[in-house]
Structure formats: C-alpha cells, structure tokens
C-alpha cells in the first residue's frame, strides 16, 4: 500500500479504535504510516475507517472513472466499499461488482448495500427484503453481502416482519451483519427489543448524517443509543457535500461546478468561519481542509468509517490521509467550539 501524501504529523494508529475494535489487526504496508483497523460494532468485520461511497457510480462518473476510483482507493490501502440498490439505478453495484471480479479482490474487500428505497423492490416487508438481497447479490456477483443496510426506516411494515426476514438471510449465508439508516434512536432500541424477543440478530452499525456542520442529529440520543447498543457508526455526509473540502468559498463557486447545490446551505458566515479555522489547522499540520474535516470525525466516539465519496481518484489522497493523521487536543477542542 501507498501511503497517503502530505501529512508530517501522521502516525500509526493515531486514533484509538472503538473499544469492541481493540483487538483489531493494522493494515500491512511496504512504508508509511498505517491506521489500525476498526471493528464495526459487536461484530467480526475490521475495516479500513473510510468507507468510500458507491454513491456516484454509474450516474455523475462513468466506468474508466469509477474504475481509476476504486483502485487508487485499494492502492492507498482501502477496503469498505458502501454502496445501495438504488444507487444509480443498482448501476453502483454492476460496477463494483464487476471491479472486483476483474481484480480478483473480493477475498480482501468488506461490501455493505442497502435496501428498501429500489423502485423494483420498494420497502421492508419481507418479500422485498429477500428480493431486494438477491437482486444485490445478483448485482454485485458475490455470494454473500458483509454489511446490509435498512435503507429506510419502513414503520408500515412490523419490526417483527423485517428482522425475521434478515436474520434467514443471515442464517443462510447471504448476509453477515446487518444494521440501520435513517432510524432515530428509539427506533433503534425497539429493533433490539424486538431481535432479543425473537432470539434473532440484531443491528451491529449505524449510518447517519454526521458531520463538522451538521451535528445535533447524531450529537444527542442516537449517539447515548449508538454507545448503550454498542454499535459501530458509519457517518453519511461526511464532507457536507463538499463544502468541509474548502471547495465552495462563493456563490460564484457554487454556481461553477455542477454538484454546489449540496453544499449550498453551508455558505454562510458560520460556515465560512469553520472553514478558516480549518484552512489554519490544515496549514499548522501540512494537510488539507478535507484531511482535517474527516480527521475530526474519526476522533469521535464510536465512529468506525466516514462514508466518503469522490469524483476522481486524485480526491482520494486527503481522504486517505485522514485516519493517518493526529489532530492535537487543542485543534479538536477548537473545532468543536467553532463548529457549535
């Protein structure tokens, strides 16, 4: 593995796994600075901390970029790809599946999708589930899913219905784990209720909107509830769109790349004063604005892997760098103070 560019203050493990991950093994390189892997949740799966995003696949990137894209994010050492069955019409997954029979990886690489939002197989009950699974699996030419994901919080369907059906997935070797999205806190705790009722398996990870501008979501009972359920956590959004890169300074650069749309409500005098404590840090450490922003996630209680995604392979060297690279305590306390 390459080691990520760029960053004088990176370390080996400069971040302390979760506590279920301390046992977890470090990514073996030629040279450089390695993270240590993180366990997701009260499960087996170890994973490099950046999950990257299947999530312009086949729609904003065609196949020879979505292709130099997955490479480089192996070459840097990557090995969680999160993709959906929606993504791009299930396009995300043919081509990440077709990448990894042409690598011939798929023994080294952990896939999490998820379910529930196709427009083949729309919702939770558990026709869908199994539906949807297969289609997946179909997709992506394995045999088996690492992590699956509820897309959707499905309150029309009973919790019962649904973990019975994933966990006959999981006991038939289609699934290994799975765990939730878009679920408030004390939806998360009726599924563990309900699994421990039905002796079935419960959720192991959490996916939610997490970031340096977008906080108070997982910031109050879901992340009490992620620590109490012991689950690993997945923020989505991890770069606000772009805006935590530093990419979007104006509403003339929102207006010049075609993606601004998503980082639009950031740009604000909040928003632009985060970002110049962040250029500042970025300065005193030798990395980037991206590096830092996802650096400070990753010094987050129970964050496993930010959900990153890129649109070219040369985005992915700060990416990369960030679970390498130490923020000091007086950078995070000033982070947070900034971002609040």
Do not use: C
Request: charged share 20%; net charge neutral.
């Amino acid at each position: 593995m390459t080691a990520p560019s760029g960053s004088p203050r990176a370390s080996a493990g400069a971040f302390a796994a979760p506590t279920s991950a301390s046992s977890a093994p470090s990514v073996s390189a030629a040279s450089g600075p390695v993270p240590t892997l993180r366990r997701i949740g009260t499960s087996a799966l170890a994973v490099y901390p950046i999950a990257l995003s299947g999530t312009v696949f086949g729609w904003t990137t065609d196949g020879p970029t979505t292709t130099a894209i997955l490479d480089r994010f192996a070459e840097l050492g990557g090995s969680f790809i999160d993709t959906a069955d929606s993504y791009a019409g299930g396009r995300s997954e043919i081509m990440i599946g077709n990448w990894m029979r042409a690598r011939g990886n798929r023994d080294q690489v952990t896939i999490a999708t998820k379910i529930g939002k196709s427009a083949d197989n729309p919702g939770l009950s558990a026709r869908a589930v199994e539906r949807a699974v297969d289609a997946s699996l179909q997709r992506l030419r394995v045999s088996h899913i690492d992590l699956l994901y509820l897309h959707i919080d499905d309150e029309t369907v009973p919790f019962d219905e649904t973990l019975l059906a994933v966990d006959e997935l999981i006991r038939d070797g289609r699934v290994r784990y799975f765990g939730g999205s878009h679920h408030t806190g004390n939806r998360l705790l009726e599924a563990r209720i309900a699994s421990g009722q039905l002796g079935v398996a419960p959720m192991v990870a959490v996916q939610n909107h997490y970031n340096l501008v977008h906080r108070s979501e997982y910031e109050g009972d879901l992340a009490r509830i992620a620590a109490q359920l012991e689950l690993g956590v997945m923020p989505r959004f991890a770069l606000a769109g772009g805006f935590l890169t530093g990419k979007y300074r104006s509403r003339a650069d929102l207006e010049r790349f075609r993606r601004g749309g998503d980082a639009a409500p950031h740009l604000s005098r909040h928003g632009l004063r985060l970002l110049h404590t962040m250029d500042r840090i970025a300065s005193d450490t030798g990395t980037s604005v991206t590096t830092v922003g996802l650096s400070w996630l990753l010094s987050r209680p129970r964050i496993v892997a930010p959900v990153v995604s890129v649109s070219s392979a040369d985005q992915l060297d700060d990416v990369m760098a960030a679970p390498v690279t130490s923020l000091g305590r007086h950078e995070l306390t000033e982070l947070d103070r900034v971002s609040a």
